[in-house]
Structure formats: C-alpha cells, structure tokens
C-alpha cells in the first residue's frame, strides 16, 4: 500500500548509496547491520520502558531495508541470495520489534491483553509473508495486501513512539488497527492464491483437452478402402 514512496525514498536514499558503493561494504553488510541495529534497539530499550527512544533507533535502521537493495543495484550485485537473506533478516526484525512490546506489557506496562494483541500482531505478520513467499515457490500469483511489511513498521513504530512521548490511547488504537488489518491481509492473500490455483488448474486442463484431441484428429477414418491382400506364395512341387 505504500509503495508509492519508495520512489521517493530511495532518490533520498541514493547519494549514500552511491557513497557506499566506492567502500568495500557489501549489501549483504548492510542486511546484517539493519537487523542487528533494530533487534538491539528494541531488545533493549522496549522492556524497559524506552518507548520512543527505541522506536526512533529502530526506525534508523529500518531504512536499511531500502539501501541495501539500492547500493545491490548500483554494485550491479544483486542476486537471489541477498533477496533471501533480506526476507530471512526482516522476519528476525519483526520479531524483535513485537517480542519487545511483549515483554514490556508484561513486566512494566502490566497489561496482559495488549501483549496478547501484540503477539497476534506479529504471528499474523509470520502468515502474511509465508503466504507470499509460498506462492511465489509454487508459481502462483500473490500480488495483493493491504498490510504489507511497510505499513506494519509504519503503524506499529510509529505508535510505540508516540505512545512514549506521552501521547495516550495511541498505542492500543495502533495494535488494535494492526491486528485486524493483518489478518484481513492473510485471509485477503490466501484467496488470491487460491484464485490463481484455480486458473492455473483450468490452464491445464484445456491444456490436456486440447493435446488429447490432436492425435483424434488425425487418426485414419474408418470408411476409408482396405488394402488388397497379397496374394499367398505358390508351393514348389
């Protein structure tokens, strides 16, 4: 749903990008620091109350999630592990992100029902993107989802940093927001993939209908004259 900033984004984002490109810094680097500058950003500073300070932190390094992607483009790198190591760190990330909040509902915000909320927030994201990445193994279409990565950090960094600075009842509008909107995606994608099942199930059936009426075709028609029977060699005497 956000997509229509990456544009934006990444012109922002590109003269760093060009700048780390002359380093020998790799963007498989830069994975691996954005993982780790949000996991330790929010480990540490969500359990113990460090709302906006941890959000601000962590936000930092979700911009890395761009800029590795753009400095593979500008290497002339890119290739399918760094996609899959990309997806691999962003769901270390998301469970960094939401396993703090858990723990600080816990233990200092005691409201067990939001580290609930919370904990569904993040599972229904776990679907979200398996979903997709299953169907993409399986050649299928799943092009669609109002909740995607993007406006998950948005909504819930975005809520936890407002709801340290004081600002009330954001933080539980947020993960409220969060945990339906994720689910109307999940449910939103596994239709789509069953959709494209089907479609590529009738493709290949028409498919096997339309081989198998080829050889019928040209099959020799049954009116068509017998051969002349040769006649039987003759028995010497």
């Not at 749903?1 to 780390?20: D, H, I, Q, S, Y």
């Not at 990330?93 to 409201?111: E, K, L, Q, T």
């Not at 406006?151 to 407002?162: N, P, V, Y």
Request: glycine share 12%; proline share 7%; charged share 10%.
């Amino acid at each position: 749903m956000l997509n229509f900033l990456r544009p934006g984004v990444a012109r922002v984002l590109t003269p760093v990008g060009k700048a780390l490109a002359r380093t020998p810094i790799t963007p498989n680097m830069i994975t691996v620091i954005g993982t780790v500058g949000v996991s330790g950003a929010a480990l540490s500073m969500f359990p113990i109350g460090e709302l906006f300070p941890g959000a601000f932190t962590a936000t930092i390094f979700v911009l890395t999630d761009m800029l590795d992607g753009l400095l593979a483009r500008i290497k002339g790198n890119s290739g399918p592990f760094g996609a899959f190591l990309d997806s691999s760190m962003d769901r270390v990330a998301d469970a960094a992100i939401f396993g703090g909040m858990v723990i600080w509902f816990f233990r200092g915000g005691h409201n067990a029902l939001l580290a609930y909320v919370t904990l569904f927030c993040l599972c229904c994201g776990f679907l979200v993107s398996y979903v997709k990445a299953r169907a993409q193994g399986l050649g299928l279409s799943c092009d669609v989802g109002l909740i995607e990565r993007p406006e998950r950090m948005l909504i819930g960094l975005t809520s936890i940093g407002l709801s340290g600075l004081g600002v009330p009842y954001v933080l539980p509008i947020g993960l409220w927001a969060l945990a339906a909107g994720s689910l109307f995606t999940a449910g939103q994608r596994i239709r789509a993939v069953h959709q494209s099942a089907k479609a590529q199930a009738s493709g290949q059936q028409e498919a096997t209908g339309s081989s198998d009426s080829g050889p019928a075709a040209s099959a020799p028609s049954a009116t068509s004259a017998p051969a002349t029977p040769t006649s039987p060699a003759k028995e010497r005497p």
